[in-house]
């Protein structure tokens, strides 16, 4: 029997979680301006126009919720944890190949599988940015302008946000894939949640369209 003064273990580890502010925040715009000319059409409307406008809010809203809202991307010390729209796909760190940034930021697993992280979007406008910085920082620091006591030697170099979660998640698959508890095979699950409103939606949507 435990002892009730003893506290509880503490989680072995916690998950970190990385997704994207920019796409949520348009997310939430676009389901509060879909919501209001859906709900104003289905209340104001006439004939079959209310009906559409509800078929139309079911189709559409899973869908922004499903690209916006949906995405993030869970790790931990024994997996990685992948929401993307449609789908949410578990892989144990041994499973993890390579994780790679290009114009998208991919995961490869061992078996050939690649997975789109939707939650750490690439912004080539981020890198640019980051690369003006460094070169900056690097200008401030040359011996012959006297700029390099203002900066940190031990400083990481500057990256994009995105890029800067991709290395992080490369650290932690490297530190772990050999770890008794990151043993595994990946898991995908399709996320019937999502998929089964939007296809109700857009099969009412063609039944009223073909109707009127």
């Known amino acids: 029997m435990s002892d009730p003064q003893k506290p ?20 939430v715009l676009l389901l509060a301006l879909g919501a209001w000319l859906g709900i104003d059409a289905a209340i104001r409307g006439e004939g079959r126009t209310p009906w559409l406008a509800l078929a ?20 931990n010390d024994d997996r990685l944890r992948i929401r993307n729209p449609f789908r949410t796909i578990t892989l144990p760190w ?8 290009g114009y998208s930021n991919e995961v490869l697993t061992n078996a050939g599988a690649k997975f789109q992280l939707w939650a ?3 912004s080539l406008r981020g890198r640019k940015k980051a690369a003006r910085r460094q070169s900056q920082a690097a200008a401030s ?3 012959t302008t006297g700029g390099r006591r203002f900066l940190d030697p031990s400083a990481p170099p ?3 946000a995105g890029d800067q979660s ?8 490297e530190q772990r894939a050999d770890a008794e508890s990151a043993q595994g ?25 073909a109707v009127s």
């Open 8 to 27: 509880e273990a503490e989680p072995a580890y916690q998950d970190r979680t990385f997704r994207s502010p920019a796409g949520i925040a348009g997310g």
């Open 166 to 173: 991709m290395d992080e998640l490369r650290d932690l698959s």
């Open 56 to 75: 139309g809010l079911l189709f559409a809203v899973p869908l922004v919720v499903a690209f916006t809202v949906r995405p993030v991307v869970y790790a």
């Open 158 to 160: 500057t990256r994009a």
């Open 120 to 122: 750490i979007p690439v």
């Open 94 to 101: 041994a499973s993890v190949a390579t994780l790679r940034s």
């Open 185 to 209: 095979e990946p898991v995908v699950r399709w996320a019937y949640e999502v998929v089964v409103p939007c296809v109700v939606g857009a099969v009412l949507l063609v039944v009223l369209l």
């Open 141 to 143: 620091g040359d011996p």
